[in-house]
């Protein structure tokens, strides 16, 4: 509140009641331009960063969603330099940490970073530090930043209470908390440790706390607010005196081209789908390759594979490197691709990956750390929100980047059976399974509908001044691919006969996986299934008691007219559709998903007669790509990405980027 009565707001000075304009020139603007310019040579703000910089310096408690590479470590770390005291900064991991501080140090600045793995000496000569400057009152030198782990805050009673002298002393001047949406269980990314930094309102109430985060969904943002004790938000640039100002920038991001590409199912093959793909369009670009984690997928395979070629086996490396190392050379460009979990590269600054695959469905999967590693005990959350940002390390220098998810819906299926069974993975698992699936609507538009919500808030994050959030971006993949690649076929018979066979397994008693329905459907395997009988398991677990055989003939009239890849397509329509369900049910060494008829829509098909289907039945049409091939299958070349400029559009002060045709 101090600054308010000092802010002079365009020609006027702001009353304590009026709206702030923090786009607006400020007592400090001159100072901050100076510094950015002398210390991180920087010319000029871009996105939303003058104005969370001008809410900085007004002590105000901030959520800025920015994306990717947009610029977030400026907005704290220019402010921190013009305020005495000490920035505290909280980041998930240590790997971004380093890279934060080499950066510091680079330019100068004294900051400094305690982890779980920072020396004895190390850690008792920055307390000693820190005591002194709470001691020293003003002058001295300072440190200006300093960065912890969250288990540092959650853990550590030592160190809170070193933060606690530098309070008292009015010298801890902002609580800084990256990656914010770590905070959240609904977010794509939760953290158990960020939910204990709920406790650093309390234990610092005086304290401005600013929350960075690049996805930020509106349910995710509710929950911060309330975990870390901010007050409601209110809205964009012109913030009256209460409340936590919110700043949003375009989370569109132009430069970059998603695509999604089917997955071959022998590991060999789509192994060497990657490698081609990365030989043909990348052959000497920076990447990241994203996979499920090193168990699962056998990641030497893959490096083996690629390293056999000559040309790439220098550049390649396996993320099982130290991970110093890993960065170091990642950084400096002597590794060129890097195969990694989907922990790797989050913060990393590295601006020309030109490149980032995703191999399997993106997931995080996390060990309750207290409890022994059964299947049951592992949670995996995986979402559009986590595909956002794993994409987002690409392009991040604003030239064009190639984001690419190659996807089988066996992979999701693999997924789901180690999901615990709670309603909001499930919806997510959906809405990245809908994605995946989607053959016509835009990728940006997915994006925007996903992100935004109901919330009209946001809904200006994915508008550029030149384009409105639902027109299609023209350059992904479903905008790209030509007509003639997808066929719309009417499935109503193949829908029937399906959901005939379903309803005929459920009414026998048994279960069956969308792979084993695709072979029912086909006339494999004898046309066998499980029976199991559910009354007699144990604890309600169901309990295989034999086989039963399905009368195809009898049950569906026949084989299903079309090729498994499109059997699976169709199926996986009619679960997105409600036509089908997924359950999940335990057995001694996993989970396995089953499907059944959702009777109630089912029937609308299987009341008619087959002779009636195509006639009577509820129209449905199922988009198929009909040709299977796992490159090119857009068949048009994408036009070049014009420059963008990120700078913020002076008129108003809303937080636009503007495309212009420089160069
Ligand atoms: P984020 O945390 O949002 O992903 P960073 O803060 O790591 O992004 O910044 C990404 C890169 O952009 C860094 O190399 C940084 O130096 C650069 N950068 C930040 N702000 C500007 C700016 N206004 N103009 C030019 N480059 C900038
Ligand atoms: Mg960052």
Redesign the pocket.
């Known amino acids: 509140t101090t600054a308010i009565s000092s802010v002079s707001q365009g020609k006027g000075k702001a009353k304590q009641q009026d709206n702030i304009n923090y786009s607006a020139e400020f007592d400090w603007s001159a100072g901050l331009k100076a510094k950015m310019t002398k210390v991180?040579g920087?010319?000029?703000?871009?996105l939303c960063?003058e104005g969370v910089c001008n809410a900085n310096m007004d002590n105000r408690d901030i959520i800025c969603v920015?994306?990717?590479?947009?610029?977030?470590?400026?907005t704290y770390q220019l402010p921190a330099l013009l305020t005495p005291g000490c920035t505290l900064v909280i980041s998930p991991l240590i790997a971004l940490i380093t890279d934060q501080i080499l950066?510091l140090w680079e330019a100068g600045i004294d900051a400094v970073m305690l982890t779980g793995s920072t020396p004895k000496g190390e850690l008792s000569e920055i307390t000693r530090r820190l005591q002194q400057m709470a001691r020293m009152g003003s002058g001295g030198s300072e440190i200006k930043l300093c960065y912890v782990t969250p288990e540092k805050i959650a853990k550590n009673k030592s160190f809170r209470a070193v933060l606690e002298e530098l309070y008292k002393a009015g010298k801890l001047a902002r609580i800084v908390i990256?990656e914010a949406h770590c905070v959240s269980q609904m977010g794509h990314d939760f953290r158990p440790d960020y939910k204990e930094l709920s406790m650093l309102r309390k234990l610092f109430p005086r304290v401005p706390i600013l929350a960075?985060s690049?996805t930020c969904p509106p349910v995710v943002c509710r929950d911060l607010l309330k975990i870390l004790g901010l007050k409601p938000i209110v809205e964009g640039t012109r913030a009256t005196e209460d409340g936590t100002v919110y700043f949003t920038a375009p989370l569109y991001r132009k430069n970059l081209h998603y695509s999604v590409l089917p997955k071959p199912s022998m590991v060999k093959e789509s192994v060497d789908v990657l490698r081609d793909y990365i030989l043909e369009h990348h052959k000497d670009d920076a990447g990241i390759i994203y996979c499920l984690s090193q168990k699962v997928i056998s990641l030497d395979f893959i490096l083996l594979s690629i390293i056999r070629r000559p040309k790439l086996s220098k550049r390649v490396l396996m993320a099982q490197l130290k991970r110093e190392t890993l960065h170091k050379r990642w950084r400096d460009g002597s590794v060129k691709v890097v195969c990694a979990t989907i922990a790797f590269g989050l913060?990393i600054?590295k601006?020309d990956v030109r490149f980032v695959l995703h191999y399997s469905m993106p997931v995080r999967v996390f060990l309750a750390s207290c409890l022994p590693c059964y299947v049951t005990n592992i949670t995996v959350q995986k979402s559009l929100d986590g595909f956002y940002q794993e994409s987002g390390r690409a392009g991040?220098d604003g030239k064009d980047a190639d984001c690419i998810l190659y996807y089988r819906f066996q992979d999701a299926a693999r997924l789901s059976c180690i999901t615990v069974s709670d309603h909001n993975i499930r919806d997510k698992l959906h809405s990245m399974v809908r994605f995946a699936q989607e053959l016509n609507e835009c990728r940006k538009i997915q994006f925007a509908k996903y992100f935004c919500e109901s919330s009209k808030l946001s809904m200006s994050s994915w508008q550029t001044s030149d384009e409105n959030a639902l027109t299609p971006c023209g350059h992904c993949d479903n905008c790209m691919r030509a007509p003639e690649l997808v066929d719309h076929k009417d499935v109503r018979l193949a829908a029937w006969q399906i959901l005939r066979i379903a309803e005929a397994v459920h009414q026998a008693g048994g279960s069956v996986t969308v792979a084993g329905l695709v072979d029912l459907a086909r006339g494999n395997g004898g046309c066998n299934f499980n029976v199991s009988d559910r009354g007699k398991g144990r604890r309600g677990r169901s309990k295989s008691m034999g086989t039963d055989t399905l009368d195809l003939e009898t049950v569906a009239g026949g084989k299903v007219d079309l090729s498994k890849e499109h059997i699976e397509t169709l199926c996986v329509h009619l679960l997105l559709n409600g036509y089908l369900v997924e359950s999940f049910h335990q057995t001694p060494y996993s989970v396995v998903m089953y499907i059944a008829p959702v009777l109630a829509e089912s029937l609308r098909f299987t009341r008619l007669p087959r002779e009636d289907v195509q006639r009577k039945g509820p129209p449905m049409v199922c988009p198929f790509l009909n040709k299977v091939k796992h490159k090119a299958i857009t068949g048009k070349k994408r036009p070049s990405t014009p420059d963008v400029d990120?700078s913020s559009d002076p008129s108003d002060g809303r937080i636009t980027a503007s495309h212009n045709k420089r160069r």
């Open positions: 991180f920087i010319e000029s703000f871009r960063q920015m994306p990717t590479g947009g610029g977030k470590s400026l950066h990256d960075l690049a913060g600054d601006r991040r990120y």
